[in-house]
């Protein structure tokens, strides 16, 4: 028999706050992070809005915050949420083998020191305007700072963690673009599963609201760029629904064996009952037409559960707010669902948090173990002209009671990637 592995601790820094209760108040009032982008001047973008992380409390990070002062944003989100995650588990990592205790994150790439960059460009032109080389390469192993520039790996914030709480067991970084945190908790689930470790930390991290990234997503004409109402740009399933809105933030959760969590009297939030992960095989940009990956990963975690369609009570959609990733998303949800897809409320959070890219998937199973736990669903904000493609119940704009056992969550990342996760009350 495999091991039951159960959600014990969890931790966020998302742009509606860092706290479970604060965060979960306000996404229940249909609150939006959404705002224009301050972290640099968005001016000459399409797109000049984000959902940023703001009043991050850096004096929460242990050892204080200028131990973190060359760490990127995505990093020290990761190492606040960790800690949270840890310290609400109750989880005396001091009493626990720390080869028996691992980490899996889903973490995107650090910052990139944009400004610095060009203004070395723009030092190493020559006469005739055009980029010397060699005093480029000079200036940069004179100026640039070689810490800086090994946080940029994916990978920094699952060694940091590591470091801060000797956590010495599996560690292991995917960045499967948006369903990579998501993809990770799966991972975690699996390792724990198979007995090669007990205790998990698992999550995301992931902060691109930056020049480079603005300009990527922009090129694929992925965001929305209603920049005049900032608040209602996110609007999933809404016939007049124009792109995704970028966030950032983190999320991390404590897994462990089931057996482990109820000998020390853990209070145990949800069991992860469900993973399903398969690949479009289609366009890196586009989801397939008729929903194939997506389908098929939902079948999956249910399979994987043992569960059948009707005893899903909630689906978090990935719901980005893409003309194209909602009506897909719809298809697939029937075609797995059949008639109970009319009867299931989906939401999608992204509504009010915008986009967090890789920590998106972590975030929203939090948001899906907390609708068990309270009995609420969130709701899908900017809800307002039905879409005819999109025709299910999308709890739009109020929060709803609702009593839960289990809950879906999905995550469709660029490339093709599709992850869905199946949480039941414990």
């Known amino acids: 028999m495999r091991r039951r592995v159960v959600i014990t601790g969890m931790g966020w820094v ?13 996404l229940l009032q249909g609150e939006s992070g959404v705002g224009r982008i301050t972290l640099f001047d968005p001016t000459g973008f399409p797109t000049q809005i984000a959902a940023e992380v703001k009043e991050f409390s850096e004096d929460r990070l242990p050892l204080g ?90 990978h920094m914030p699952t060694a940091h963690i590591a470091s801060v709480f000797n956590i010495q067991g599996p560690n292991a970084n995917c960045l499967t673009a948006c369903a990579a945190s998501s993809q990770a908790v799966g991972e975690a689930v699996e390792i724990i599963r198979r007995g090669e470790a007990q205790v998990m930390i698992a999550g995301g991290t992931h902060s691109m609201i930056h020049p480079f990234g603005v300009t990527g997503f922009n090129l694929l004409t992925a965001l929305s760029t209603q ?6 740009a996110s609007r999933p399933f809404d016939r007049r629904r124009d792109g995704f809105v970028l966030g950032e933030g983190a999320a991390m959760i ?114 899906c173990v907390l609708a068990l736990q ?6 899908t904000i900017n809800y307002e002209e039905p879409d005819p493609d999109c025709d299910l119940d999308y709890v739009p704009n109020q929060a709803r ?20 996760l199946i949480v039941g009350r414990s």
Request: aromatic fraction near 8%; proline fraction near 5%; charged fraction near 20%.
């Open 14 to 26: 998302t742009p509606l706050g860092e706290t479970l209760s604060g965060v979960w108040e306000r």
């Open 65 to 154: 915050p200028q131990h973190w002062r060359y760490q990127p944003r995505h990093t020290r989100f990761a190492v606040a949420a960790a800690a949270q995650a840890l310290e609400d588990s109750g989880l005396e990592l001091e009493r626990v083998d720390p080869t028996q205790v691992g980490i899996y994150l889903g973490s995107g790439e650090g910052h990139q020191d944009f400004f610095r960059f060009c203004q070395m460009v723009v030092e190493a032109l020559n006469e005739e305007g055009q980029l010397d080389l060699a005093r480029f390469h000079r200036q940069s192993l004179q100026e640039l700072n070689p810490v800086l520039e090994l946080e940029q790996e994916p």
């Open 227 to 232: 920049n005049e109402e900032p608040t209602r």
């Open 254 to 367: 404590v897994l462990e064996d089931r057996q482990l969590a109820e000998q020390r009297g853990a209070r145990i939030y949800a069991e992860v009952v469900g993973y399903g992960s398969t690949a479009d095989a289609f366009r890196v940009t586009d989801s397939h037409p008729e929903g194939r990956g997506a389908a098929a990963c939902m079948q999956m975690a249910l399979d994987d559960a043992g569960l059948k369609p009707e005893q899903i009570g909630y689906i978090n959609a990935h719901g980005t707010s893409t003309p194209v990733n909602d009506r897909v998303e719809t298809l697939a949800i029937k075609k797995v669902f059949g008639q109970h897809a009319y009867q299931v409320p989906v939401s999608s959070t992204k509504s009010m948090m915008g986009h967090l890219i890789a920590a998106a998937g972590v975030t929203e199973l939090i948001i």
């Open 374 to 379: 309270h009995g609420v669903i969130p709701p």
């Open 401 to 420: 009671d609702a009593q839960i056992q289990y809950a879906l969550t999905n995550s469709f990342g660029f490339g093709g990637q599709n992850i869905a």
